[in-house]
């Protein structure tokens, strides 16, 4: 799909959730999600892209500001509609990540831009952007490698740092179901009957002298236990959805005295929750 089609649905999501927020903001995630998903596939097709034609360009930035109005007038509902207790405070979460694709986007239209510029005769497209959205300023690095946030508000966000818990190993297997039907003579025919568990894996280390302190893993115990699900979105603004934190593994070693443990490798999995079940 071209990034043109991703940037319209991303445009029309947000739209939807502008209107939904009338209601209260609980009506937003849904269509927001949609919204990073889109932006984030169309900042990837651009970085990919090394020119575009000067009307492409002036299409795309006319785009880009479609969706960052949109995006205001977002924000501006998720603020009136409700309370953090409401659901703001997360809605506003995505509202963040939804600007850091959109200036992923801008960015790379603006770098095109730029080397159509050296093109004697044509109106680089970075000249007709409005005063004051500049997309270098809107794309700063992240300082987290995954966000493990709650899908209500009131409960507790994990971060993950370098320099914190830092992870080394991300592995994720989906599974799909098939069940065998026996035919006489005939090879087993196969039939797919659903979707199978989506499991998320991440190992990595903490050193409590360092930095983060050694009572990082007993907070992520904190948060399991609560058995709840949660939102888990990477670093680069990637929306991996809703997740349940099944195990917390851990080893420690270079024990220092009183027992202090110099390193504590931990491994921590994930299944994927249904997002049309109830946690009851």
């Known amino acids: 799909m071209a990034y043109e089609e991703h ?19 609980g009506g937003m995630l849904d269509p927001l999600d949609l919204a990073v998903t889109g932006m984030t596939l169309a900042a990837d097709e651009l970085e990919r892209r090394s020119s575009l034609g000067p009307q492409k360009g002036a299409q795309l930035q006319r785009g880009l500001r479609a969706i960052r109005a949109a995006q205001d007038r977002a924000t501006q509902v998720a603020n009136r509609s409700g309370s ?14 939804l600007g850091s694709q959109t200036g992923r986007a801008s960015a790379a239209a603006n770098r095109m831009a730029g080397q159509q510029a050296r093109t004697p005769g044509i109106l680089p497209t970075g000249a007709i952007k409005p005063a ?10 992240f300082a987290h490698l995954l966000v493990m946030q709650p899908m209500k508000p009131g409960g507790r966000t994990f971060y993950f740092n370098l320099d914190t818990a830092a992870f080394d190993e991300l592995s ?17 025919a196969q039939q797919g009957i659903g979707q199978g568990e ?8 903490i ?11 007993d907070a992520l115990r904190g948060i399991a236990r609560e058995l709840k699900p949660m939102m888990l979105t990477t670093g680069y603004g990637s929306v991996l959805g809703s997740w349940c934190l099944i ?8 024990l220092l005295a009183g027992g202090i443990p110099r390193k504590q490798t931990f491994s921590l999995e994930f299944v994927k929750y249904g997002v049309d079940m109830q946690n009851v």
């Open 7 to 25: 940037m319209t649905k991303a445009l029309s999501s947000i739209v939807a959730a502008g209107e939904a927020g009338r209601n209260g903001p």
């Open 84 to 97: 953090q207790d409401d659901g703001g405070a997360v809605v506003l979460q995505r509202l963040g990540l």
């Open 132 to 141: 004051g959205s500049s997309a270098a300023a809107a794309v700063k690095p």
């Open 172 to 188: 994720r297997k989906t599974a799909y179901r098939w069940q065998g039907q026996e035919r006489l003579s005939r090879d087993i």
């Open 198 to 205: 989506d499991r998320l894996t991440i190992k990595g280390a």
């Open 207 to 217: 050193f409590p002298t360092f930095k983060g302190g050694i009572g990082q893993l």
């Open 247 to 254: 195990s917390v593994d851990e080893e420690q070693s270079s």
